[in-house]
T-cell receptor, first 115, second 116 residues
Framework: GAVVSQHPSWVICKSGTSVKIECRSL??????MFWYRQFPKQSLMLMAT?????????EQGVEKDKFLINHASLTLSTLTVTSAHPEDSSFYIC???????????FGPGTRLLVL | AQTVTQSQPEMSVQEAETVTLSCTYD???????LFWYKQPPSRQMILVIR??????QNATENRFSVNFQKAAKSFSLKISDSQLGDTAMYFC?????????????FGGGTRLMVKP
């Protein structure tokens, strides 16, 4: 149990376009989902915390209008990178937490390359 | 606020041997959870082991065990009988128990190479 999927696994897009990444908890309901960004050979950097049915909480320095997060159901959260630029190229990872639980289960990540 | 420190950026071990990865942390919380996650070359984050701070008994999962020293705020991971598939980045992480919805605080990671 506790499987989290992400789609797409990798995406290449042109500068100025928007990209949507989906994160799904496949076998449990996730009241809270988290979005991370990871640069090569570095640790994970939390971007935002997403609670089902409410607005996401963004970490300091993360642009809310740039990285739109929606958590419309207990099994799905989406991250939309709007008007993507080459500096947005990175590895994006989501995680999901069962209601009342303490453990985060991670998706396989999405590699984004903006040309 | 919490901090997690992994002082060993890289380590290597021979296959079948034992290796210990260090982790120290700082938190003002009295109760919290500690985790070790593994990130192999595929970059999928995999939960290796977790420890509840109010439990004195060290957690064990097959070849993986921890040495949890609460007073010293230390949480090391021991990998016994190392296998080639253990080659990965290992991240130590902490989350306060008071509000488990709080974010995980990660260490900087230790890159482990298991050599044949």
């Amino acid at each position: 149990g506790a499987v989290v999927s992400q789609h797409p696994s990798w995406v290449i897009c042109k500068s100025g376009t928007s990209v949507k990444i989906e994160c799904r908890s496949l076998d449990f309901q996730a009241t809270t989902m988290f979005w991370y960004r990871q640069f090569p050979k570095q640790s994970l950097m939390l971007m935002a915390t997403s609670n089902e049915g409410s607005k996401a909480t963004y970490e300091q320095g993360v642009e809310k209008d740039k990285f739109l997060i929606n958590h419309a159901s207990l099994t799905l959260s989406t991250l939309t990178v709007t008007s993507a630029h080459p500096e947005d190229s990175s590895f994006y990872i989501c995680s999901a937490r069962r209601g009342g639980g303490e453990t985060q289960y991670f998706g396989p990540g999405t590699r984004l390359l903006v040309l | 606020a919490q901090t997690v420190t992994q002082s060993q950026p890289e380590m290597s071990v021979q296959e079948a041997e034992t290796v210990t990865l260090s982790c120290t942390y700082d938190t003002s919380e009295s109760n919290y959870y500690l985790f070790w996650y593994k990130q192999p070359p595929s970059r999928q984050m995999i939960l290796v082991i977790r420890q509840e701070a109010y439990k004195q008994q060290n957690a064990t999962e097959n070849r993986f065990s921890v040495n949890f020293q609460k007073a010293a705020k230390s949480f090391s991971l021991k990998i016994s009988d190392s296998q080639l598939g253990d080659t990965a980045m290992y991240f130590c992480a902490l989350v306060p128990r008071k509000n488990a919805g709080n974010m995980l605080t990660f260490g900087g990671g230790t890159r482990l190479m298991v050599k044949p």
